[in-house]
């Protein structure tokens, strides 16, 4: 006989009497939710099936308690099955999330957008702080690189990784990307006097560290550890 059933998973949260008719009550909501926000969405005459998938993809990287936009759901799944090249990409590379909120920004989404710009303006507190290529989702910055021997990681690709060593590297051309999704930002949607002012501390400092550092060698966006792993990829 069949019949529907339901898992229950919850972290941290008290526990209230769940029923199958509120799992199908909260199904419902969560499914009116998703479609309420793909109409919002722009419509495309080509492809827009698969721009309106790719799009909700985005939007589920968007961390909303912060803004924080994902670079994977995942950590140490291999390049390449076998070898060693298997990072934790559960963090916010701000190159990456730029681009994912240009998107964003062209399709009119207006909440994912300001949430990254806040979570900017968090990360940067004062005018002089140093940017990384890489935070965490609720804007850590020391994010220690630890291997997980006890796994066996995907296909046994070892090793698993938690955190990601890059976050102290330089990426130049990050900063551009950034300046890109500000301006593309307030063109859209333009915002208070309180809100361009704050904003325009964290430009002028970009502009500084562009000026500062732009000449010096950075790790590039395949983010090389090693003069070796460099001479190898240029094989």
């Known amino acids: 006989m069949e019949q529907d059933e339901y898992l229950l998973v919850s972290y941290t949260q008290k526990l ?14 969560t499914k009116v939710y998703w479609l309420n ?15 309106n998938r790719s799009l909700l993809i985005l939007k589920l990287m968007s961390f909303q308690d912060t803004g924080a936009v994902l670079a994977a759901l995942t950590t140490s799944l291999p ?3 076998g070898e060693t090249r298997n990072w934790d990409y559960r963090f916010c590379w701000i190159r990456d ?13 207006r909440s994912a957008a ?12 004062y005018k002089f702080d140093s940017f990384q290529i890489l935070y965490g989702i609720n804007g850590e910055r020391r994010l220690t690189e630890e291997i997980l021997p006890n796994l066996a990681g995907y296909e046994n690709s070892r090793p698993v990784r938690i955190g990601n060593a890059a976050y102290d590297q330089k990426q130049h051309d990050s900063l ?36 500062e550092q732009w000449r010096n060698t950075d790790q590039s966006i395949w ?3 090693t003069f070796h792993a460099i001479m190898y990829s240029l094989k």
Not at 39 to 51: L, P
Not at 97 to 107: F, G, K, V
Not at 187 to 207: A, R
């Open 37 to 51: 926000w793909s109409n919002r969405t722009k419509k495309s005459k080509a492809y827009n099936e698969v721009i």
């Open 223 to 225: 983010e090389f550890r």
């Open 176 to 211: 551009g990307y950034l300046m890109d999704v500000i301006y593309r930002y307030y063109i859209h949607f333009p915002g208070t006097l309180d809100e361009v002012e704050e904003t325009w501390e964290i430009v002028k400092n970009v502009i500084k560290t562009v000026i």
């Open 97 to 109: 999330a730029s681009m994912a909120i240009e998107t964003l920004i062209r399709q009119e989404h």
């Open 114 to 125: 300001k949430r990254y710009i806040d979570f900017v303006k968090r990360i940067l507190h």
């Open 79 to 81: 390049e390449t099955i």
């Open 16 to 29: 209230v009497p769940i029923d199958i008719s509120r799992v199908y009550l909260e199904y419902q909501r």
